[in-house]
């Protein structure tokens, strides 16, 4: 089954699948809302004077298409253009020979788009992830691994793994911005949200840098990858994750559709 429907993703016209998509779209903010009731309250708390329907559709609508760009790219390498902005200083980084981190978020196509990273900008990277308990889906996140040349840590007891690698010199890629059951509660759009810490632990014991990487779409088959200079850090683990927090609520204003908001981010336990 996995085999058979990455294969008609990765062969379905762009053109076709954007129009798929777009109604899948409005099929599941009209008929069937799965997870909408989650991403419309949390949008509507954090921009209470916007309307959350052409945001959120618009949201899905790419998430869906990245799929069919991410299957159509391990295909044909090179089909999908990613234009590269502001790599730079993280470039720099490498080629000292140090480690470091970059704080990463589920913006736009990223299960696309970190990969090809990535592989495009030759990182040393690797990137902790949740291992799906489902074989099939285990055994896709591994098919995508070896097509993008990237390394993944399982999330449970992987910070000895974090220290270690970034002190060979390699790149570690967090995502910090979904809930964390046993994080720290820190400001995020106006209201607790409890956050990991870990990055900030890390950057604190390490002295490395942290470089904010976002990514957005700019048409069909066409993305902007940005990443900036290193994040300005006072080595106080709370106010360092209250900043990280801060880096993407701006990164979510300027664009509100293209952030996953059919996460529970602000649920407090017993919630």
């Given at each position: 089954?996995?085999?058979?429907?990455?294969?008609?993703l990765?062969?379905?016209?762009l053109?076709?699948?954007?129009?798929?998509?777009w109604?899948?779209?409005?099929?599941?903010?009209?008929?069937?809302?799965?997870?909408?009731?989650?991403?419309?309250?949390?949008?509507?708390?954090?921009?209470?004077?916007?309307?959350?329907?052409?945001?959120?559709?618009?949201?899905?609508?790419?998430?869906?298409?990245?799929?069919?760009?991410?299957?159509?790219?391990m295909?044909?390498?090179?089909?999908?253009?990613?234009?590269?902005?502001?790599?730079?200083?993280?470039?720099?980084?490498?080629?000292?020979?140090?480690?470091?981190?970059?704080?990463?978020?589920?913006?736009?196509?990223?299960?696309?788009?970190?990969?090809?990273?990535?592989?495009?900008?030759?990182?040393?990277?690797?990137?902790?992830?949740?291992?799906?308990?489902?074989?099939?889906?285990?055994?896709?996140?591994?098919?995508?691994?070896?097509?993008?040349?990237?390394?993944?840590?399982?999330?449970r007891?992987?910070?000895?793994a974090?220290?270690?690698?970034?002190?060979?010199?390699?790149?570690l890629?967090?995502?910090?911005?979904?809930?964390?059951?046993s994080?720290?509660?820190?400001?995020?759009?106006?209201?607790?949200?409890?956050?990991?810490?870990?990055?900030?632990?890390?950057?604190?014991?390490?002295?490395?840098?942290?470089?904010?990487?976002?990514?957005?779409?700019?048409?069909?088959?066409r993305?902007?990858?940005?990443?900036?200079?290193?994040?300005?850090?006072?080595?106080?683990?709370?106010?360092?994750?209250?900043?990280?927090?801060?880096?993407?609520?701006?990164?979510?204003?300027?664009?509100?559709?293209?952030?996953?908001?059919?996460?529970?981010?602000?649920r407090?336990?017993?919630?």
């Open positions: 089954m996995t085999r058979s429907l990455t294969w008609m990765s062969r379905t016209p053109g076709v699948a954007h129009g798929l998509c109604t899948l779209a409005w099929l599941w903010y009209t008929v069937v809302p799965i997870r909408r009731r989650v991403a419309v309250d949390g949008f509507r708390a954090a921009f209470p004077d916007r309307a959350p329907g052409p945001d959120l559709r618009r949201m899905l609508r790419g998430l869906l298409l990245g799929y069919f760009e991410l299957f159509r790219e295909r044909r390498p090179g089909s999908i253009q990613v234009e590269y902005r502001g790599a730079e200083d993280l470039q720099a980084q490498i080629a000292s020979g140090k480690g470091g981190f970059l704080l990463a978020g589920h913006f736009g196509s990223w299960d696309l788009l970190g990969p090809m990273t990535n592989r495009d900008l030759k990182l040393p990277a690797s990137t902790i992830v949740k291992v799906p308990k489902q074989k099939a889906a285990a055994e896709l996140i591994e098919q995508i691994r070896r097509a993008m040349t990237m390394e993944l840590l399982p999330a007891g992987c910070m000895q974090v220290y270690d690698q970034s002190a060979a010199g390699r790149i890629v967090m995502l910090l911005d979904q809930r964390h059951n994080g720290i509660d820190v400001d995020f759009f106006g209201r607790p949200a409890l956050t990991s810490p870990a990055l900030a632990v890390a950057a604190q014991k390490s002295g490395l840098p942290v470089f904010p990487l976002y990514f957005y779409r700019s048409g069909v088959g993305h902007v990858v940005e990443l900036g200079p290193a994040l300005a850090l006072g080595g106080d683990v709370a106010a360092d994750t209250a900043h990280f927090q801060q880096v993407y609520e701006d990164l979510i204003r300027q664009r509100p559709h293209n952030w996953l908001w059919m996460h529970d981010r602000w407090q336990p017993g919630g």
